[in-house]
């Protein structure tokens, strides 16, 4: 019985062993994958960066004489003009803020008064099954 005992406690070390094996490989694992794929990530990112900057320098390219010449051109109203401009500037804006507030955020003026009752069409061309 003693052997048997001591048989049983081997296997659970040989058990426990493999998992902490398995464990210590696994981090290795891990940590390898993990430098290996740094560099990877670094290009990833480096990539993106370069993306982003030359989408800029598209829209600054293709942006500033468009906005070179509208500077241009205000230069050529009077100042009373300009404020002419800028109401309807203005106006413009809360017609477009107003345009995407939600729907029931702006609520008609007449919003408590019921609708008036009207006939359905539906009922006076049913057929009366009375009749029949």
Do not use: C, H, W
Not at 11 to 19: I, M, T
Not at 65 to 87: A, H, Y
């Amino acid at each position: 019985m003693d052997q048997f005992g001591n048989d049983l406690k081997k296997v659970l070390q040989a058990g426990l062993g493999a998992v902490a094996t398995g464990l210590e490989k696994a981090q290795d694992a891990i940590e390898d994958l993990s430098k290996k794929g740094e560099p990877l990530y670094e290009q990833a990112k480096a990539a993106v960066v370069d993306v982003v900057d030359k989408a800029k320098q598209a829209i600054n390219d293709q942006a500033k004489p468009q906005v070179d010449e509208f500077v241009n051109n205000l230069q050529q109203f009077s100042t009373e003009e300009l404020g002419k401009i800028r109401t309807a500037l203005d106006d413009l804006a809360k017609k477009a803020e107003e345009a995407v507030k939600p729907a029931d955020a702006a609520q008609p003026e007449d919003a408590g008064t019921p609708a008036p009752e009207t006939e359905d069409p539906k009922e006076d061309d049913a057929p009366d099954e009375t009749k029949a």
